[in-house]
């Protein structure tokens, strides 16, 4: 199965709400990386935060990660109706070497 | 700069026949590429991991013979769906890593936008 997994699946949300996504795992981890993709599109790196690391702040972007739990949250502050897109988290840890290993995504819309 | 391109971006096929689809690292030297299959609505689905000079390694399922992976220089690689059926169909992205420099960080992969393949 997936090493990560996201929940809620899908969002809708009003422009200038915040959005909240979560992802979990189920190994130990290197780095944990945060993507979005635009429908039909390729994939946008956000942010990558270590696993040494416990929060990480890019723009109007915030990632926690929680080691113990196995989980990690990205929340978008003042959406806007251009961050519709999905969302994915991917890990990469020791056995996988250099491969990522993608959750299910999250499909955020935001209505203007 | 870290920009990697697909080609082609859409391709609609006949059943029976082969596609190749083209993975280029236009401004940095890719050591290791990857292949990922995303079906509709669903999350990426690592394939192949393909390093240059070398043969690709495969992931569990994922069968050899049907997608051929070349990566002949540290900018190019190819991904050949032979014999595609209707079930074949989907959307197939690359990424591409590099050491040095170019990565922020040891693990980055920077991704193609994708190409949208459509068997008939």
């Known amino acids: 199965s997936q090493q990560g997994e996201e929940d809620p699946q899908a969002l809708s949300i009003q422009e200038g709400e915040n959005a909240t996504m979560n992802c979990s795992y189920k190994?130990?981890?290197?780095?944990l990386q945060w993507y979005r993709q635009n429908s039909g599109r390729g994939l946008v790196h956000l942010i990558l935060i270590r696993s040494n690391e416990r929060e990480k702040h890019s723009g109007r972007l915030r990632v926690t990660l929680d080691t113990s739990k196995k989980s990690s949250s990205l929340l978008i502050t003042a959406s806007r109706a251009a961050d519709t897109a999905s969302y994915f988290c991917a890990t990469d840890w020791e056995a996988a070497g250099n491969k990522l290993t993608f959750g299910g995504g999250t499909r955020v819309l935001v209505k203007p | 700069g870290a920009v990697v391109s697909q080609h082609p971006s859409w391709v609609i096929c006949k059943s029976g026949t082969s596609v190749k689809i083209e993975c280029r690292s236009l401004d940095f030297q890719a050591t290791t590429m990857f292949w990922y299959r995303q079906f509709p609505k669903q999350s990426l689905m690592l394939m192949a991991t393909s390093n240059e000079g070398s043969k690709a390694t495969y992931e569990q399922g994922v069968e050899k013979d049907k997608f051929l992976i070349n990566h002949a220089s540290l900018t190019l690689s190819t991904l050949t769906v032979t014999s595609a059926h209707p079930e074949d169909s989907s959307f197939y992205i690359c990424s591409a890593q590099a050491g040095g420099a170019v990565s922020l960080s040891y693990n980055e992969q920077f991704f193609g936008p994708g190409t949208r393949l459509t068997v008939l």
């Open positions: 190994t130990s981890i290197n780095n």
